[in-house]
């Protein structure tokens, strides 16, 4: 009887979660279709946020009523926000700097609720970033609100730092969080489906030309489209911006997907698997879709020292077939890109419009302004402000292309000074030597990863020499930085976490 009983308080629990389901999914419907009829009276972003706002509501609900972890949600979410526009400026000051105001993102947003979540669960609270790696960050902070303050504490200078703030807690959330090894491989993963999204929009956005003229989601706005999609080349840039950003940020993407394949990692399984070998075919049609030449060279680099340093770490058994899944790898590679073979001889052969020579120009003009402010420089996201007070090129860069130094450890060193620039440095010299560490472990997942992020890092460098780069930009390329940074902190905690004994060959 007791038994019988139960069954049916199952049953009626079942009913009333689905029954509340379907409340939730229609009172949804309601209210995104009242929103569409809204849509022509207020301002798309007001209508987004909106939206945004009823559907976390809605979804939270669901997933309440499913019993789906909350947390799960928050996670992904949190990984997602890298991969499209996800933030607002409030408070504007300035359309053509970004940030443009007080800038507020839903990262922020989802990474504030990972700390406050892993504050009250986490038994074991270990130090999540080394101490010098900290001391590093705050200097830059330091060096950063100096040369705001030298250069006239401009509002623009202040929301600046608010973003560079942002940027660090990006780094520790990472960290943080993400410092144990099922949620390593959850990270992993996710930025796998980030990738894989963002090489199908480009797609679509190439072969149908949608989605685009969505700048609040990060499709560009249209002088951003004019500027860099011209119609002969056809750029697209996914949610990110502008066509060289989505290159950048899918270059450093693409090997830390790829290494745990290469290495031959059993944590992952076979679904996950295949969602990393997809997520790599797709974000390499995106980064030929982006026709930026600088994530070219970065994924081929990065590539090569993956399959190089991945053999040493195979058995003798898996390297007898590595060169036959390496070749076949390549043809793959080489049938897919086929449908681009026109687009990708006429980037490298044809007229770049003087997209190469100017970069020497701003490199002297840059040299200039960092000879007369080595120490405070001319402030956060202050490089336009000044720029042209500096300029004696022959043919006035900084009039005839607007635009700061291509290069973004010579922006960063203009803005914040030679100091604030070689503590930029450190921090790539810092997390390679991390990224080393976690190399030796007999870990194979640790490996992989390891060398997938020292690859990653090594895409983002050769990108940066030839593209620009503020402390203080809230667009993705920056910010995908930061997370490479704390995920290389976050295996510094799991390595920590593991002693000799616990060693696992996996």
Known sequence: ????????????????????????LLAAACVLGFAVVLAGSSSSTQTLAVGGVFIAL????????????MIWIVRYGYIASFFFKSDISLFKIDEIEDPSGFNL???LILGLILLVHDWFTDKEKPRVLPAAFSMLLAGLVVCSVVSVIYAGATPLGGVSVWSLLTSILIVYVTASHFGRRDRIVQLVVGLAIGVLFTGSVALAQYSVGWPLNLPTLGTGTEGEQFGT?????SRVPGFMRTPTGMGWVISCMIPIILAPLVCRVKAFNLSQRFILLTAVLAGVVG????????????LVAAVTLLALFGWFRLSERERSSYLVTVGGAFILSCVLLTPFAGRIYNRLTEDDNGAASVRIPLMENALNMMADNPLTGVGLNGYRTHMTRYDETGNLVSQEFPNPVHNVFAHVAVEVGIPGGIM?????????????????????????????????????????????GSLGSVRTPMRTLFLLLGMVMALGIIRRRVTPERFEEI
Not at 10 to 16: A, F, N, P, Q, T
Not at 229 to 233: D, F, H, K
Not at 287 to 298: E, K, N, Q
């Open 1 to 24: 009887m007791e038994i019988r009983e139960h069954r049916k308080q199952i049953s009626d629990g079942g009913s009333l979660r689905t029954a509340g389901v379907i409340i939730c």
């Open 58 to 69: 809605f979804g939270a609900a669901i997933a309440f009523l499913l019993e789906i972890p």
């Open 105 to 107: 993102s839903l990262t």
């Open 229 to 233: 999609q011209s119609i002969e080349l």
């Open 287 to 298: 980064i030929i879709l982006s026709l930026a030449r600088g994530s070219w060279i970065g």
């Open 424 to 468: 930029f440095c450190a921090l790539f010299l810092f997390a390679f030597a991390e990224c080393f560490k976690t190399m030796t472990m007999q870990d194979r997942l640790m490996f992989a990863l390891g060398l997938g992020a020292a690859a990653a890092l090594v895409a983002f460098i050769i990108s940066g020499v030839k593209e620009p």
